[in-house]
């Protein structure tokens, strides 16, 4: 096994190496390069640094990764990054902190919410709903309804904001882009740059005549790229022309406008860590379920899409969360902001080629500490471990962190611990069949309860029975333990298996001398002396692959 671990150590141990055959990204390798790492795309290389995937990343495939190693993804994420699911979390979170979960317009999830849904529809004053797929991105099967008839069975339906914030007269958002470096403990940091997408048509109210103008109500770069109106950037230093801007340039501009640019900025932080906050006990659930003997929760890290939207008076409003946001950089704009948020997380892994090193130096020690060491002990150096990889960890954030800032934790973080014991609770009670906490009254109760229906049932069963043998006498030969054993099933020829059952229900046989000895010719009797019936069998033997059959008339 050493001489293994010697090889494995000499052949990977030059360079740190990521993995970039689940990407169709670019913009990854080309940062990759500048930071001097090697690159594979062999899909089934499972000794790399650094995994870099597109797609989401489940706690089965998590389970693979072994300490030294870095993955894009942390499984769970779909809490927030599904339509639905996201909903369905902000609802039940606001449902208990009414005040502090108002910064995303009214939602459905249909067929749930459905009965709510249609009171909203009335003749006294048309409302527009805009009406979302459950799970797709890109702006993809979403569009503008005044018509409840119009909305199918299954989708997420919201309150169209109709009085947003405009720039030249063009509704916009702005795309954020978030880093979750750890999720237990919840550390967040929120990138300075980012894009501001803005629509290709002047914006007018929704009306009848415009509710299919999705260029005028949409935002989306998808979408609105399509366009013969659409600018595009031609040169990086043309951040704030055309219709994709620079997210630090747009705050500049506010802040020469006289808007409090750091108020807004703090309103958009603090809806960023609630948002996770809801999500974080599934995903670090997923997580220790996955890597039960990785103390540091280092393995996983994720770079999220927040897109946000401004309403006139400057309040933020969350439309949704990519856990996958595009890296396609088609505009020079796209390439120079794209890469400085993917190089500047790169950077704050505080990946070294001596991590996998250590890991297989110190592997024969973790093995032997497994199996001489009490659980306690155990215990106790991993959370060694864990507090000392932390501290390592704020200092590798703070001197690489570039333009990534962190939000979380910050300052008193009470407030956001009791959001997330709050969403830990909507999370096991939606997965758990019956209450979380029971008094020992109510238990005993249930209890009581459970085993009248049990008794009821099994009298029911029997009673059953008792029916079925009096209606049928002639058919029965035995009964025993309520089963009902019929004559052919005695008389059939049977194995070895049939005898040591009969035997294990404690048959005992008796020879009938006197038929043996006045009846010559026949062979004799045996009596079953539980119920006295007899059997006259074709071979008599002590052997144990006695065959019985009844004798022919």
Not at 52 to 70: H, I, M, N, T, V
Not at 438 to 456: A, I, V
Not at 474 to 482: G, M, W
Request: proline content about 5%; aromatic content about 10%.
């Amino acid at each position: 096994m050493s001489d293994s671990i010697t090889s494995i150590e000499s052949e990977t141990g030059e360079e740190v190496i990521i993995n970039i055959s689940n990407t169709q990204y670019d913009i990854v390798s080309e940062v990759a390069e500048e930071l001097g790492w090697g690159i594979s795309d062999d899909e089934e290389d499972t000794e790399c640094d650094v995994y870099w995937q597109d797609g989401a990343l489940s706690s089965e495939a998590l389970s693979a990764f072994k300490p030294y190693q870095r993955v894009n993804h942390f499984p769970g994420m779909y809490a927030i990054s599904r339509k639905d699911h996201l909903a369905k979390n902000l609802k039940a979170m606001k449902s208990m902190f009414p005040e502090k979960f108002g910064f995303f317009p009214a939602t459905w999830c249909l067929p749930r919410d459905y009965n709510d849904l249609k009171s909203q529809f009335n003749k006294k004053r048309a409302k527009t709903f805009i009406v979302k797929p459950e799970a797709s991105c890109q702006g993809r099967g979403i569009f503008l309804t005044r018509k409840l008839e119009q909305i199918p069975e299954r989708c997420v339906v919201q309150r169209y904001m109709h009085k947003p914030f405009l720039i030249d007269g063009l509704k916009f958002d702005l795309r954020l882009y978030v880093l979750i470096s750890c999720c237990d403990p919840l550390r967040i940091h929120l990138h300075e740059e980012g894009l501001v997408r803005l629509a290709t048509e002047k914006y007018h109210s929704p009306f009848k005549s415009n509710l299919k103008d999705m260029c005028m109500h949409l935002t989306n770069y998808a979408i609105n790229k399509a366009n013969p109106n659409f600018e595009f950037n031609s040169e990086k230093d043309q951040n704030y022309v055309g219709h994709k801007r620079s997210l630090s340039v747009f705050w500049k501009r506010l802040e020469k406008e006289g808007v409090d640019t750091k108020l807004v900025l703090n309103r958009i932080s603090d809806l960023i860590v609630k948002t996770i906050c809801t999500a974080q006990p599934l995903i670090s659930h997923l997580y220790r379920v996955s890597q039960a003997s990785e103390p540091t929760s280092a393995i996983c890290f994720q770079i999220l899409g927040f897109d946000i939207f401004l309403d006139e008076d400057l309040n933020p409003y969350l439309l949704e969360v990519n856990h996958t946001p595009s890296f396609t950089a088609d505009t020079p704009l796209d390439q120079d902001i794209k890469h400085k948020v993917i190089y500047d997380t790169l950077r704050m892994l505080g990946i070294s080629e001596k991590n996998r090193a250590n890991f297989y130096n110190n592997f024969q020690q973790h093995i032997f500490n497994r199996a001489t060491k009490g659980l306690k002990e155990i215990r106790r150096i991993r959370m060694r471990e864990k507090e000392a990889y932390l501290k390592k960890r704020e200092e590798i954030e703070l001197s690489n962190c570039g333009g990534y800032r962190l939000i979380y934790p910050v300052g008193d973080t009470r407030e956001y611990e009791d959001f997330m014991l709050s969403a830990k609770d909507i999370w096991l009670t939606n997965i758990s069949p019956k209450p979380l906490s029971l008094n020992k009254k109510q238990e005993s109760e249930k209890k009581q309860e459970t085993e009248r229906k049990q008794e009821t049932e099994r009298k029911q069963v029997f009673e059953k029975k008792q029916e079925t043998i009096s209606k049928n006498p002639q058919n029965l030969r035995i009964k025993r333990n309520h089963q009902i054993i019929h004559k052919k099933e005695l008389t059939k020829p049977q194995g070895p298996s049939f005898l040591e059952s009969r035997r294990s229900h404690t048959m005992f046989f008796k020879f009938r001398k006197e038929n043996s000895a006045s009846k010559t010719g026949k062979l004799p009797y045996i009596k079953r002396a539980s119920s006295g019936s007899y059997l006259k069998p074709k071979i008599f033997s002590f052997s144990p692959a006695i065959f019985f059959k009844k004798e022919a008339e």
